[in-house]
Nanobody, 121 residues
């Protein structure tokens, strides 16, 4: 599974950005897709994720982004999106697309290259 993320950039506080991630390769094996972020000097943390359509397309979010971020998934195009509204300076981080796939007899994590989001105050 290969992941290509895009859509980051610089935005003022209160603004919006939309991140997208396209999966390729053994996409039929993917269950979860989501976004993580890592701010300077901090550990990578989950932002939001969404299950496969077979699993009901259930979503979960970090408490810090609930009500502001929305994750969605285009199952036909093997893409996941993250709509980020009401952005805050503390949302500044490198955002990584993630997929969890059953490949080679085991569950594995796959990561995109990261896209930088900077929110100015």
């Amino acid at each position: 599974v290969q992941l290509q993320a895009f859509g980051g950039g610089l935005v003022q506080a209160g603004g919006s950005l939309r991140l997208s991630c396209a999966a390729s390769g053994s996409t039929f094996s993917i269950n979860l897709m989501g976004w993580y972020r890592q701010a300077p000097g901090k550990q990578r943390e989950l932002v939001a994720r969404i299950t496969s359509i077979i699993s009901g397309g259930r979503t979960n979010y970090a408490d810090s982004v609930k009500g502001r971020f929305t994750i969605s998934r285009d199952y036909a195009k093997n893409m996941v999106h993250l709509q980020m509204d009401s952005l805050k300076p503390e949302d500044t981080a490198v955002y990584y697309c993630n997929a969890v796939a059953f490949d080679g007899g085991r569950w594995s994590d796959y990561w995109g290259q990261g896209t930088e989001v900077t929110v100015s105050s």
